[in-house]
């Protein structure tokens, strides 16, 4: 007689696994291992067995492991970060406070140990562009929360700034032993006044009249740039859309936070810069 090693302890009916709940059971089971094991193939397994689920239906619904788990952490935190913000009040903030705010808060969603694992996780070069992605995805959901309606080549440069600004932070913050992490917000308050002088500098160039004939080219060539379509890929970076409300009855659709903090692009120091700035 053998035994099945990937049958789950806790015999049963098994869930769908397709079903979002299930990858969130095997989440929360896995987050206590996570700090003695990282987010790794025993981590996976242990969790599958806390959850009551087993191995098969685990690797149905994570069919890399841990590495999906690590992914659906990082999500988690997007999603806890919208929430936060939804629920903040910004009035009377500059916009460079509302971004800076809602990268500390995305922070602030993470466990620290978590985090670190997670990093040493996708530093692999086999997950770097998994990695990658999440930061990307964290950008634009900042943006997206912060109602930029962008269509043009500020859509990207403004998220791989803030990919930049946030990276850099959560690797300061790894490494912060100062009380309640003062060193990482100060930090984050350098990076975000580096990002605004960029913009300055970009503003003045282009209203730069001895500069315009150098400038003609680039701010054509710049303008034909346009923001993903909303029907790309789902393995493309873009947009992050919130969970679908069964409740909610149809009609347009909402961006999120943007009724409390509205801005477009490009970025400035009191919020966006008007239509008419910007390269056509």
């Known amino acids: 007689m053998t035994t099945d090693t990937n049958a789950s302890p806790y015999p049963g009916p098994q869930p769908d696994p397709a079903n979002p709940d299930l990858r969130s059971r095997l989440l929360d089971a896995a ?22 689920v087993s ?12 590495v999906d788990l690590a992914v659906a952490y990082h999500r988690r935190g997007d999603q806890r970060m919208i929430a936060r913000l939804n629920e903040a009040d910004l009035t009377g903030l500059r916009f460079s406070a509302k971004v800076a705010r809602a990268v500390r808060f995305r922070i602030e969603a993470g466990d620290r140990e978590a985090v670190r694992r997670g990093s040493t996780l996708f530093a692999l070069p086999q997950h770097a562009r998994t990695g990658t992605g999440l930061i990307w995805d964290t950008a634009d959901a900042i943006w997206t929360a912060l109602g930029d309606s962008s269509e043009d080549l500020n859509w990207y440069t403004k998220r791989a700034t803030l990919s930049a600004v946030y990276g850099s932070t959560v690797l300061f913050w790894l490494g912060d032993d100062s009380l309640d992490h003062a060193a990482t917000w100060d930090f984050l308050d350098r990076r975000i006044e ?3 002088q960029f913009e300055k500098l970009k503003g003045r160039v282009r209203d730069n009249a ?8 680039p701010g054509w060539l710049a303008s034909k740039v346009r923001a993903p379509r909303a029907d790309r890929g789902h393995d493309m970076p873009g947009r992050w859309s919130p969970p679908i409300d069964p409740t909610r009855r149809p009609g347009p659709a909402a ?19 008007p239509p008419s700035a910007t390269p056509r």
């Not at 001895?210 to 080219?217: E, G, H, Q």
């Not at 961006?255 to 801005?263: E, F, H, I, L, N």
């Open 55 to 66: 191995r098969d239906l685990g690797r149905l619904t994570c069919p890399r492991g841990a």
């Open 210 to 217: 001895a500069l315009k004939p150098l400038t003609a080219l």
């Open 194 to 196: 580096n990002v605004m």
């Open 31 to 52: 987050l206590p291992h996570v700090a003695f094991d990282g987010w790794s193939e025993e981590t996976f397994r242990r969790a599958c067995d806390d959850a009551g």
């Open 255 to 273: 961006t999120p936070g943007r009724d409390k903090v509205a801005g477009s692009a490009p970025l400035s120091e009191d919020g966006p810069v």
